[in-house]
């Protein structure tokens, strides 16, 4: 985890730039580090690196009750790098959407890592007399798991649909359907599971209960793909919006160009700092990989020439950038979109700043 975590920041400082891996630059390298991207890696960092200095003790049984708290206070602060370095600290109430994405994935990790030591070898290695011990105890964990993850998942679909047409009318709604089916076909399989338990069969008869776990696991990587694509989808309350302009504080609209069309949010839309979100799609909605992205800045009326947002590529078709916005009035933004080495387009919008 702390090598995944310092190779998730070099990568931006090419791509803010448009070059290659080769082409990291101390500059660049600050510009990263210095954004809320950058530094929700830095902090991950350093409680990852405090984590591992607890573990040695733990592995070696000469772990005490503080060391235990500790791991699990760190483990727990960690787990709010995710959201902060994401989608969540975009959303319309990015506290909320941060708090509850963070117990999303502390329940997911509880839940999934369980089933995979359940399948994998304690239902297989472990004698009637274990068992008997083990499963009443994770039958509790898994239900209370399934209960953070339901009441997160609900409040985070609640945030980025906004509407109940927007499930039927945009691709976002339909996979968030989608996750609502495979996680209620998941619950009936855990709920057999929990049933056995209750009856006590389970650790004389181990084999039905490990034929539940291996399904739950099975339709859990089908839920896991679904939300790798999720987190490339504009939002449903973004993506449902006919037109352009700016409510309760947030800009969103779509621009097309020749080669592309671009998915422009921008948060709070006031004087101030703005958050910036560009979602690239090819001509038949499909996401555009992008190459190089350039984003500017100007409000003419005042004075005030084009300012050059950095960008930072969070996917393939997904960038962000920050940007401070001294002056109110009708700011003049302009995309420039390279999806190849010779193929770019610029596209611009007039965004009204209050």
């Known amino acids: 985890m702390l090598a995944n975590a310092g190779r998730a920041v070099a990568p931006r400082c090419p791509y803010t730039a448009g070059g290659g891996l080769s082409d990291v630059t101390g500059a ?75 117990v999303h994935l502390g329940s997911m990790a509880v839940w999934l890592g369980g089933l995979v030591m359940l399948g994998g070898f304690l239902l297989r290695l472990a004698d009637e007399r274990e068992l008997g011990a083990i499963l009443p105890v994770w039958s509790r964990w898994a239900a209370l798991s399934v209960a953070a993850l339901l009441l997160a998942g609900t409040v985070q679909a609640l945030i980025e649909v906004a509407t109940p047409s927007a499930l039927l009318d945009t691709t976002y709604g339909r996979l968030v359907l989608a996750k609502i089916v495979l996680f209620a076909l998941v619950i009936a399989v855990a709920a057999y599971s929990r049933a056995l338990v209750r009856r006590r069969t389970a650790p004389a008869h181990p084999a039905p209960v490990r034929r539940a776990v291996w399904v739950e696991l099975a339709i859990t990587a089908v839920v896991l793909g679904v939300t790798a694509t999720l987190v490339q989808t504009p939002p449903a309350r973004t993506a449902a919006a006919d037109v352009a302009g700016t409510q309760d504080g947030f800009f969103t609209t779509t621009l097309s160009s020749s080669l592309y069309s671009l998915q422009v949010e921008l948060d709070p839309a006031k004087r101030g700092n703005n958050s910036m979100h560009l979602y690239a799609y090819t001509l038949d909605n499909r996401p555009q990989p992008v190459a190089e992205w350039k984003a500017t800045a100007a409000l003419p009326s005042a004075g005030i020439e084009p300012i050059e947002i ?45």
């Open 28 to 102: 660049g390298l600050g510009d990263v580090l210095g954004s809320t991207y950058g530094a929700a890696h830095l902090v991950r960092l350093g409680l990852l690196a405090a984590a591992a200095l607890l573990l040695r003790p733990i592995f070696a049984g000469q772990v005490g009750r503080t060391d235990a708290v500790l791991l699990a206070v760190l483990g727990g602060a960690t787990l709010f790098t995710w959201p902060l370095a994401g989608h969540p600290a975009a959303s319309p109430a990015p506290a909320v959407s941060v708090v509850v994405d963070a």
């Open 310 to 354: 950095p960008m930072l590529s969070l996917t393939d078709n997904h960038a962000t950038g920050e940007i401070n916005l001294p002056a109110a009035g009708q700011w003049q933004f302009r995309f420039t979109v390279r999806i190849s080495d010779i193929d770019q387009a610029t596209v611009s919008a007039t965004v009204p700043i209050r």
